[in-house]
């Protein structure tokens, strides 16, 4: 990955920008126990990494983009913020995944990208759960339908509803704030001066 | 709000560390590959013994995880796989009348280790070593420009969010959240974004005169300390012979 001097300062923003998402709304997240923080989370740290592709068209910029917020959350006051660096770095390479696939960013892959990140705050409890803390997955597994119970209402029986639920909640918000990140990218585009997003090189 | 690790600068008066970055991060990789391996009664030993050690080198980490919080969720993580470990084993051990698997008994215990183990780890890695010396360990791993990218976004962190704070009030004392709160919020965040990337401009602009070019720029220092090699190869030596041995 070689970048320009402007290309590692506009990424070094994008990932400033994410991080300062992290630590501060994060913090504010988790005291007022704002149900779904982590999607939520993921959800806003893709846009602005979505955003960031379109002023950085190169492979690789996002994953760069989620390392710098990555690091910068690693050295934020407060302890133990391993289970968050996962998933920052999970939601980045999954959105660089989608985001390479696709040649020129458009409005489809943004909504991809980012429900795919989204989509991965449901996933990660079983991978970082069972790796990193040992629990296992039966636990994680009832949490997540202790999680659908209290947020929908729907019966703790039917397992299979509150999955597909869920996965629908997280495909529709990430859906939702990849429109906005496109939409929000094109304003910017304008209002900056610049052009419309480039072929990926 | 980022946290002050030690200085990377070294001077006459500040002779060469024990420990630098590349041993602070062996520790750190020790330590994981200690409590993620090995299982049961073994599992047990090893983290004991991994957490002794990192007791005793990052002593100001086991106060953070001191705090009620941390010892609410261990206590939390002990009695879940106790009481509803997946463990076959018919409960072989009656305590103050309840009947328990030994099974499940020694998961929960390595469970918990292995929770305090990399939790003490990480905390220890991020207060020991600098924000740039991860920047550096990460560029010499093949990202290069990550050190200066890193180095630019600290440096922004603080004038990001006061720009954001100001947009905010801004904002909020022109009623901008009242009639139309979504347009609000909208303007909020475009001009958040647009305040940064014009900050970028003249960042780019300062590095450019300094005739900064990535490709030609020094990595990020790392500091070396004189028994980081030894403590390398010695660490990994101990996690082969304890975990496979």
Known sequence: MKFTTRELVTMAVFGALWGLVEISLGAVFHAIDLPMTGMTLAIIGVMVACIGRLFVSKRGSTIFIGIIAMVLKLFSIGSAVIGPMVGILAEALIAELVLSAFMKPSLLVFIVASAGASLWTLVQPFVTGVLLFGRNLLMIWLDLLDTGTRLFGIPYQAAVWIVIVLVSVHILAGGIGGWLAWKLGQVLKTRLGGDVPHPVR | ?245
């Open chain 2, 1 to 245: 709000m980022l946290k002050h690790a030690q200085p990377i600068t070294m001077s006459v008066n500040s002779p060469r560390p024990l420990v630098g970055s590349l041993g602070h991060f062996s520790i750190f990789l020790w330590a994981l590959v200690m409590v993620l391996i090995p299982t049961y009664t073994k599992g047990i030993i090893l983290a004991l013994f991994t957490l002794g050690v990192l007791i005793l080198l990052y002593p100001a980490a086991v106060k953070r995880l001191a705090r009620p919080r941390w010892l609410v969720i261990f206590g939390v993580l002990f009695l879940v796989n106790l009481f509803f470990g997946v463990s076959d084993q018919a409960p072989d051990l009656t305590i103050l009348g309840l009947s328990f698997s030994s099974l499940n008994i020694l998961n929960s215990i390595q469970m918990t280790l292995r929770a305090a183990v990399i939790l003490l780890a990480a905390d220890g890695l991020s207060s020991s070593v600098n924000i740039v010396e991860v920047a550096g360990l990460l560029e010499r791993s093949g990202l290069r420009g990550l050190g200066f990218s890193i180095g630019v976004a600290t440096n922004l962190l603080p004038d990001l969010r006061q720009s954001g704070m100001n947009a905010w009030h801004s904002l909020r004392m022109r009623g901008g959240f009242r009639a139309q709160w979504w347009r609000g919020l909208q303007l909020l965040v475009v001009t958040v974004f647009s305040n940064a990337l014009r900050h970028a401009e003249q960042i780019v602009l300062a590095a450019e005169v300094r005739a900064f070019r990535p490709e030609l720029s020094r990595k990020s220092p790392l500091r070396i300390g004189t028994l980081d090699g030894w403590l390398a190869a010695g660490l990994t030596i101990l996690a082969v012979v304890l975990t496979l041995g």
